[in-house]
């Protein structure tokens, strides 16, 4: 039979089960005491009035710190457009004209044959020497491996192939054959395919770099803004609440924290306003004025190249359109003249003073006479009078030479005048945006002083 089963420790002693000690209770997180302390501080006014002191100095100091983060950033994007990225566009738009000056003073040298002045000479000189300068500025601005250096290292190695070219071509003229013309239309081509295009990238690749500092400094800093608003709301409301509880109508601290917040945000709104609208006058009325006279003065040179060539070439290069042969010189001439007119015509439209729209309209004066001449000149050259018609260009007065100097220093009198309208607008822009960065650190300290020693004076009545 089985045996009874053996009795457990407890039992053989008779004493009772010892009991089982309870679980620990979960230790509680800094977060959760400083939660009740909080909630235990929000049931007594002294502890009200504690919190909101400190929502009050952290909404004022976020107004402050946020207004002076988003205008200083767009302070600096301010002064990026008038010292960095505009002064960089034009002396890139100064490159390809000086690029374009060359290459028409060239032909215009090569013309004259072996009696080439001096002054030609020297003009083709300065104007290859300023499109030196211009590269090498242009590079030391340029950010490593960005497109634009890789553009300027293209332009620099082919410069050097255009000047050698033309050498070619003078030193054969100079002597009487005929080679030379090949060489200039070579260099010309090189130039016309090659060097403008390069330089043309470079300037829309800086435009591209104004158009994006224009984009960083005009929008408005809506959560600054939007901070402000609150801040001048939730600082209405402790003063209300003051009222109701002590029937005091003024609190002076909560009064001049308001003051300094109102401040800053009228000076804020009404700050970037006006810089904003200098900024829009500086883009509408300097950047794309500058554009058009540009555009136009390019146009100009190219047209007066195109001019010389085609009595350089004497029909050796043709285009056919339709059923009609043209020399291909003066068909590009038409070309560029078409494109001196549709310029002159946007910046007529774009200039917005009596000072502005004279040279324009003394460029158009001289333009219409140009093509009369240059009418007459092809009439002559086409009829077998190479010498009249060489006259008609390259001559002294009546020359079409002449009409060309007219453009070109009416547009360079427009082109001083715009710049100094874009510096004038640009530069008020960013004196309207410069002071408040430190405009809005000064007034949020003051504001956050007057808020704590407002509720610290209403503590002081429970002590």
Not at 222 to 229: N, Q, R
Not at 273 to 294: E, I, Q, W, Y
Not at 429 to 435: F, H
Not at 452 to 463: A, D, M, V
Request: with cysteine.
């Amino acid at each position: 039979m089985p045996s009874p089963p053996r009795p457990l420790p407890e039992q053989r002693s008779g004493g009772a089960a010892p009991a089982v000690p309870p679980p620990p209770a979960p230790r509680r997180t800094a977060f959760a005491e400083g939660v009740d302390r909080l909630r235990a501080a929000a049931v007594t006014e002294p502890g009200r009035l504690r919190i909101i002191g400190a929502l009050l100095a952290a909404l004022v100091v976020a107004f402050g710190a946020v207004t002076a983060w988003q205008m200083n950033e767009r302070s600096a994007a301010a002064d990026d457009v008038l010292n960095r990225s505009q002064p960089l566009s034009s002396a890139a738009a100064g490159v390809y004209r000086s690029l374009a000056e060359a290459n028409t003073a060239a032909s215009s040298g090569f013309l004259a044959g072996g009696q080439e002045t001096k002054a030609a000479r020297e003009e083709y000189e300065s104007a290859v020497r300023a499109a030196a300068e211009g590269l090498v500025k242009a590079a030391a601005d340029s950010e490593a491996d960005s497109p634009a250096e890789a553009t300027i290292t293209e332009l620099n190695r082919l410069l050097p192939e255009y000047k050698g070219l033309v050498e070619r071509a003078r030193t054969y003229n100079r002597q009487g054959f005929p080679v030379g013309g090949a060489y200039l239309r070579y260099a010309n081509e090189k130039m016309q395919k090659q060097m403008l295009p390069a330089a043309e990238d470079l300037y829309t690749s800086e435009n591209r770099r104004l158009g994006a500092d224009y984009a960083d400094a005009k929008p408005y800093p809506w959560a600054a803004i939007a901070l402000g608003v609150l801040a001048l709301a939730a600082l209405g409301w402790a003063q209300h609440r003051n009222y109701r509880r002590t029937n005091r109508v003024l609190n002076h601290g909560l009064v001049a924290a308001t003051a300094a917040s109102a401040i800053v945000l009228l000076w804020l709104v009404a700050g970037h306003s006006v810089a904003r609208s200098s900024l829009n006058d500086s883009h509408a009325h300097g950047v794309r004025s500058l554009t058009a006279l540009n555009g136009a003065r390019i146009a100009s040179l190219k047209a007066r190249g195109n001019e010389n060539l085609t009595l350089v070439a004497r029909g050796a290069e043709t285009k056919k359109v339709g059923d009609r042969t043209h020399d291909a010189y003066d068909l590009d001439f038409e070309k560029n003249m078409k494109a001196l007119g549709e310029g002159l015509a946007e910046a007529r439209r774009l200039a917005d003073d009596e000072a502005g729209e004279r040279p324009v309209d003394r460029a158009n004066g001289n333009m219409a006479e140009w093509k009369k001449r240059h009418a007459s000149a092809r009439e002559q050259d086409e009829n077998g009078n190479y010498q009249q018609a060489l006259d008609l260009v390259i001559g002294g007065e009546g020359a079409t030479a002449e009409c060309f100097d007219g453009v070109d220093d009416s547009l360079d009198t427009a082109l001083g005048h715009e710049e100094a309208e874009f510096e004038r607008a640009a530069g008020d822009g960013l004196d309207a945006m410069r002071p408040l960065p430190l405009v809005a650190g000064v007034l949020a300290a003051l504001g956050v002083a007057g808020a704590l020693l407002g509720i610290g004076r209403r503590l002081s009545e429970y002590r």
